[in-house]
């Protein structure tokens, strides 16, 4: 679980690359609950405050989710997520002074509005981006799995070639690989 300090200076790190203070206007309990809502190897993107559920959420963007929080005043912590590969595509519109944003999943549309307007397209930007990098992660992943099977079954081939395998051992091996 990160420390509150640490995550005082992920915001700090994500405030300069924008130029611009995150809007936790009326979050900061939530903000003292976020260590014990984020995984250990989790990051945040964006945080920005909206209005969802008719109360002030956090809303924070994370490189594995959409995450928000409402401390109420009397009970406990409330809190949704939206796992990045869940979204299906996410929207904003800006209006005087303030924007909303509209996430759609296969499942559902959540709307978060009454987010200060120049903190909503930044918001959405983050998404996409944090959106980008897992898939380029998951890719990497799949492309060191298929050449780690690939070398296996060459090892497989050699020893097939030099008399230690059989024929039938080495295509069962094989197709235990590529998972037929």
């Given amino acids: 679980m990160p420390t509150l300090e640490e995550l005082q200076h992920q915001v700090k790190q994500i405030e300069e690359r924008y130029g611009k203070e995150l809007d936790t206007f009326g979050t900061k309990k939530e903000f003292k609950y976020l260590p014990e809502s984020l995984y250990d190897d989790e990051t ?14 956090m809303i924070v963007c ?13 009970f406990g912590l409330k809190q949704q997520e939206i796992p990045l590969d869940k979204i299906s595509s996410v929207s904003f519109k800006k209006k005087i002074m303030y924007g909303e944003i509209q996430i759609v999943t296969s499942s559902s549309e959540i709307k978060i509005e009454n987010i200060f307007k120049d903190q909503v397209e930044l918001f959405v930007k983050a998404i996409n981006e944090a959106q980008e990098d897992a898939n380029n992660t ?43």
Wanted: net charge neutral.
């Fill in 62 to 74: 994370t490189n594995k989710r959409i995450l928000a929080l409402d401390k109420g005043m009397v």
């Fill in 138 to 180: 998951n890719n990497q992943t799949q492309a060191v799995q298929q050449d780690d099977t690939v070398s296996q079954i060459e090892k497989l081939a050699k020893l097939k070639d030099d008399g230690i395998l059989t024929e039938e051992e080495f295509t069962a091996k094989k197709k235990q690989l590529l998972g037929i």
């Fill in 44 to 57: 945040i993107k964006f945080l920005t405050s909206g209005f969802l559920e008719n109360n002030t959420w």
